[in-house]
């Protein structure tokens, strides 16, 4: 399996179309990055559930997935599934957010996903953070739209448990949706980690890399 680093991460930015987006599709990703760099600075934007349950969820969720970092969280009230007639904006949130952070991550779902807001979004990650490290998350489904990841991020059996127990803790509102449990939150964590030889792992889309192999 081929390794690349990507140096040293000390701004993160995470986008989400909805609350718990960002969760299932990178928590165990945070969760290590931000135990590893104590004071990383991370800015978050979810475009749907401001004002109510869901954004209170979203803040105590994300306050524990991203231990001791600088999180800057701004949680927006779009209509979820409406996203295509509010695209202005959800552009004009993503394009402020762009000029007020330099991020050396960017997580964001993947292009390739069938719920539209979710790839409403991504579109907009593509023009906004064009000359960044953009990783595509990927969210379990009943559209049965998961791919063939192109990058993975190894998680240890201890992160990946944790991700599982923050998910079901940080989001009673989510509770009753079928695929919202535990078997599948690990169960996905577990074939990627078979795909790129290690225990357990979350995958990305990635659609273009600049290699300094010289450097």
């Known amino acids: 399996m081929i390794r690349l680093g990507a140096g040293r991460l000390d701004r993160i930015v995470a986008l989400g179309a909805h609350c718990d987006d960002i969760a299932i599709g990178a928590g165990g990703t945070l969760l290590t990055l931000c135990r590893a760099r104590p004071g990383v600075r991370v800015d978050a934007l979810v475009l749907s559930g401001g004002g109510g349950e869901r954004e209170q969820e979203e803040r105590a969720a994300l306050a524990a997935f991203c231990p001791d970092a600088d999180l800057r969280l701004t949680v927006l ?32 779902p993947r292009t390739e ?68 449990d535990r078997e599948a939150f690990l169960g996905l964590a577990r074939i990627r980690g078979i795909e790129c030889h290690t225990r357990y792992a979350e995958a990305f889309a990635v659609t273009k890399l600049t290699l300094t192999l010289g450097g």
């Open 77 to 108: 009230k779009l209509p979820d599934g409406r996203f295509p007639a509010h695209w202005e904006e959800a552009k004009a949130a993503v394009e402020e957010l762009r000029a007020h952070t330099e991020p050396h991550v960017v997580l964001a």
């Open 113 to 180: 996903d069938a719920h539209q807001d979710h790839r409403g979004l991504a579109k907009l990650v593509s023009t906004a953070f064009r000359d960044h490290l953009v990783l595509g998350y990927e969210i379990v489904k009943w559209d049965g739209d998961l791919g063939r990841p192109t990058a993975y991020q190894p998680l240890s059996p201890e992160i990946a448990e944790e991700k599982v127990r923050l998910l079901q803790g940080h989001y009673p509102s989510q509770r009753h949706r079928p695929w919202y």
